[in-house]
Nanobody, 125 residues
Framework: QVQFVESGGGLVQPGGSLRLSCAAS????????IGWFRQAPGKEREGVSC????????YYADSVKGRFTISRDNAKNTAYLQMTSLKPEDTGVYYC??????????????????WGQGTQVTVSS
């Protein structure tokens, strides 16, 4: 079956760091763009970052530029989101998803599929 499993979330103090992982099963990531999304309670899911399979382009929401870094390791069939300088407003459930081929902007959830269950990130003192 096609599945993503997100991990690495947890409780962290403001200014701290977390590294999220997104492991794929049922397919390989080689030809897919990978998007990271987040959703806070009562809010719409928003695109955080996207990495393309071949054109080398990376996309970040303005709110996370300079603090988050997206990467991928196709040999491990896994994508990552390194988060630093975390703020309380970064709190939410973080999801990864895929889209075949390259993408062109900050990811929109309507354009991605194969969603995982998400991992909770809570930034609080």
């Amino acid at each position: 079956q096609v599945q993503f499993v997100e991990s690495g979330g947890g409780l962290v103090q403001p200014g701290g760091s977390l590294r999220l992982s997104c492991a794929a099963s049922g397919f390989t990531l080689d030809y897919y763009a990978i998007g990271w999304f987040r959703q806070a309670p009562g809010k719409e899911r928003e695109g955080v970052s996207c990495i393309n399979p071949s054109d080398g382009n990376l996309y970040y929401a303005d709110s996370v530029k300079g603090r988050f870094t997206i990467s991928r390791d196709n040999a491990k069939n896994t994508a990552y989101l390194q988060m630093t300088s975390l703020k309380p407003e970064d709190t939410g459930v973080y999801y990864c998803a895929s889209r075949w081929g390259n993408y062109w902007t900050t990811p929109s959830s309507a354009d991605f599929g194969s969603w995982g269950q998400g991992t909770q990130v809570t930034v609080s003192s």
